[in-house]
């Protein structure tokens, strides 16, 4: 019986991986802000740190079901850099390894826009 090799990484594959790019920053800027906040003198700080509470439990979940997702599909991630020009992830996809790059001004532009959206949908 001949074996036959697994399919190539599709353009739904890059989507998930930046799906999982997106929470991993949106993570990383929550907790920086909810570390920041104390520091600051504001009236309603506790309604902000409630807020960004919230804000990433939702992102958590996100996050979560974007791995499941990725395990699925039989991708794991090899090793993420900030670079000058933006993002760049490394990773194995059915065990073919790729790699991609984000624009630092496209990829902040879609980060706005979902972290718009959840806003809308929470408050």
Known sequence: ??????????????????????????????????????????????????????????NADRLWTVRRQMRHRGIRILARRRTAAGFEIKYLCRGYECMLAFDSVAFMQELAARIGAVSQNRL
């Open 1 to 58: 019986m001949k074996r036959t090799a697994p399919p190539l990484p599709t353009r739904e594959d890059e989507a998930l991986i930046q799906d999982y790019m997106l929470h991993a920053v949106i993570e990383s800027v929550l907790t920086r802000d909810m570390n920041l906040l104390p520091t600051l003198e504001l009236k309603l700080a506790d309604l902000y740190a409630l807020i960004l509470r919230h804000a990433g439990r939702d």
